[in-house]
């Protein structure tokens, strides 16, 4: 595999027609024209170790990876291509609303949850408690941290709540219980690299 140098050290996934001017941007779409060509799912990708400090993910990751193993290396080449400190941005379609289930070309739900068992803290207080929780981190060697989830309500709820006829715990319980309350999620994670060491 030739590796090369983007001009930029920011990376945009999947741009389509939403492309980034500071970052180097990448789809498997040469419609969209661009700055490199790459269908996500094949691996490794062409970046060299250590290369990006923040990483653009604007609903993508809800399209690659149908197979578990594939998205795990999604990951993992993520992950890869990430200096140690890198952001990432991840945007995508809450699981409880239409916007998820009117594409068909969306082949799994994504949750903060999701990312969380990519971080080795996590694992490690799992496995101290004897949950069954997954401990991808440890398994694939990578550590993330989820740093802030931004959900963003539909105006219903939105207005709702601004007016004072419902709370924030009731929002809370209504949009993990209830579909379309929430439209969107946005996280942002800390890559650590190399890995936190958990003493005690």
């Not at 996934?13 to 001017?21: A, M, P, R, V």
């Not at 969306?106 to 080795?120: E, G, I, N």
Request: glycine fraction near 4%.
């Amino acid at each position: 595999m030739d590796y090369i140098k983007p001009e930029h050290k920011k990376l945009n996934l999947g741009c389509g027609f939403k492309k980034i001017l500071d970052h180097w941007n990448v789809d498997v779409e040469k419609g969209c024209n661009p700055d490199q060509v790459i269908d996500l799912e094949e691996f490794p990708w062409p970046f060299e170790n250590n290369y990006f400090e923040v990483i653009t993910a604007d609903n993508v990751l809800e399209h690659v990876g149908q197979s578990s193993l594939v998205f795990t290396n999604v990951i993992k080449e993520m992950y890869r291509v990430s200096t140690d400190k890198a952001t990432w941005i991840i945007d995508y379609p809450h699981h409880r609303c239409d916007h998820y289930f009117s594409d068909h070309t969306h082949v799994r739900p994504l949750t903060a949850m999701l990312f969380k068992l990519f971080d080795q803290q996590y694992n490690f207080e799992s496995i101290a408690k004897k949950t069954s929780d997954s401990i991808h981190g440890l398994t694939n060697g990578v550590d993330l941290e989820i740093k802030d989830t931004q959900y963003f309500i539909t105006s219903f709820f939105r207005e709702q709540l601004d007016n004072g006829m419902i709370g924030s715990r009731e929002l809370d319980i209504k949009m993990n219980t209830m579909s379309n309350v929430c439209e969107r999620v946005s996280l942002t994670i800390t890559v650590h690299k190399p890995v936190r060491i958990v003493t005690g």
